[in-house]
C-alpha cells in the first residue's frame, strides 16, 4: 500500500491511513473474495480526522460489495 507526501505530509498520519484501509478492508465482505482493491487518496486527506476517514473508507467499500457481481 502507498500514500503519497502529497495527499498526507507527515508519515504518522500516512500509516493511521494505511492501518484504517487494511482494517475496514479485513471487516468488510471483499475480504472473503480473492480480487484486489486500489485506493486512491484524492484532495487533503490529512485535514480529515480518524472517525471522518474511517466513514469515507466504510462508505466506499460498502459501495462496492453492492455493485459486486454474485
Keep these: 500500500m ?3 507526501k502529497r495527499t ?3 508519515a ?3 500509516n493511521m491511513i494505511k492501518r484504517i484501509i487494511r482494517e475496514a478492508f479485513r471487516r468488510s465482505a ?3 473474495r480473492h480480487f484486489d482493491v486500489v485506493v486512491l487518496l484524492r484532495g487533503p486527506v ?3 480526522d480518524r472517525p471522518d476517514i474511517h466513514l469515507h473508507i ?3 467499500f ?3 460489495v ?5
Excluded: A, M
Design 30 to 32: 471483499l475480504s472473503q
Design 62 to 64: 460498502g459501495q462496492l
Design 66 to 70: 453492492d455493485k459486486e457481481p454474485r
Design 46 to 48: 490529512n485535514l480529515l
Design 2 to 4: 502507498i500514500i503519497s
Design 8 to 10: 498526507t505530509p507527515t
Design 12 to 14: 504518522v498520519k500516512r
Design 58 to 60: 466504510n462508505r466506499l
